[in-house]
């Protein structure tokens, strides 16, 4: 079944209050996209550059990892509710990062509450199957700017251009989260479905915020290509508490590739306006950047550089932050 959701949208001057939480805990799954970048580039364009669909394109499997984190939220009654922030890319690793992370008994036993999609990528996407194989049923929000072709995948489609299947398909709700506003998900949790063009002819990331009583407010985030500057200000117009910014973590698409530009050491330097008091980024933000942060002082988180994460300068794979 799908359905639509409409957002709550903010009146002007009016930020609207999420609720609060006690505490917010992430765990990087996997933050690794893929194992080898330049391979990965040379087949993005042999399938026709940035512009062409990534559904028309075939990716070697084996250079395929993928992008997957477990959000664990204490509400202020201690209750525990379970948030999976997005499904990876290889379903064999994703099977195999799950068991490491005990990811799998939660999938198997219904403690988690909804697979959240942050965008249609490849690398936090075409993993589902392993994520169905546990939790058929499992509710899944989707950006409401999802392609069919992203829908048809979770009714377990096949793209013979691409070379995949879906061989579980998804039985249970999927709501397409709409643009334009706030959804509120739990107590102290809300998300922002931010509409616009992306690589690989997709559209549209939704992000998450949580709001830590006495703390302040976590952002957290897939590849974040809306920019994490617009993650911010965003939340500091619209959410009440929303300019008390505690914590960051995710994929922040600053320098996602190799080497960093002026300009997107500029946006590193910008973040520095807000006081974040713990960073976690990974995946999609880059070495540089993560380096240049420390540089500058901000609260990095680093990991253990276990489990195929090979750099302990930021949080990698099976690393923990608690907000
Ligand atoms: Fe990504
Ligand atoms: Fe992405």
Redesign the pocket.
């Known amino acids: 079944m799908i359905e639509a959701r409409q957002p709550l949208v903010p009146a002007a001057g009016k930020p609207l209050a999420i609720g609060a939480c006690r505490a917010v805990t992430v765990t990087a799954v996997s933050e690794v996209?893929w194992w080898d970048t330049p391979r990965m580039m040379a087949e993005m364009k042999a399938g026709g550059g940035p512009a062409a669909c990534q559904w028309d394109i075939r990716f070697d499997p084996e250079n395929a990892a993928g992008s997957c984190s477990l959000i664990e939220i204490e509400g202020l009654d201690g209750s525990i509710r379970r948030i999976l922030l997005d499904a990876g890319w290889n379903p064999e690793y994703m099977a195999e990062r799950f068991r490491a992370t005990g990811v799998d008994r939660l999938l198997r036993d219904g403690g988690i509450d909804f697979l959240f999609l942050?965008?249609e990528?490849l690398?936090?996407f075409w993993g589902i199957e392993a994520v169905l194989r546990l939790a058929p049923e499992i509710p899944i929000l989707v950006p409401g700017t999802l392609r069919e072709e992203g829908l048809a995948w979770l009714r377990g489609g096949t793209f013979p251009a691409a070379g995949i299947a879906n061989r579980v398909p998804h039985r249970g709700t999927v709501v397409r989260m709409l643009p334009g506003g706030v959804h509120r998900l739990l107590e102290g949790i809300a998300s922002v479905t931010f509409d616009l063009p992306?690589?690989l002819d997709i559209r549209g990331?939704q992000s998450l915020y949580a709001n830590v009583a006495g703390q302040g407010l976590v952002c957290i985030t897939?590849?974040c290509?809306q920019g994490v500057l617009s993650l911010v200000d965003y939340a500091a117009a619209h959410l009440e508490g929303g300019s008390q910014a505690y914590g960051l973590y995710g994929?922040l698409?600053i320098a996602p590739f190799s080497g960093m530009t002026e300009e997107q050491a500029g946006i590193v330097r910008a973040l520095g306006r807000y006081g974040f008091r713990k960073i976690a980024a990974n995946h999609?933000t880059g070495a540089e950047a993560v380096a240049l942060m420390r540089e500058l002082g901000y609260p990095v988180v680093g990991g253990s550089g276990r489990g195929g994460s090979m750099d302990t300068c930021h949080l990698g794979n099976g690393d923990s932050v608690r907000f």
């Open positions: 996209g942050s965008h990528h690398d936090h992306i690589l990331e897939g590849c290509h994929g698409h999609c």
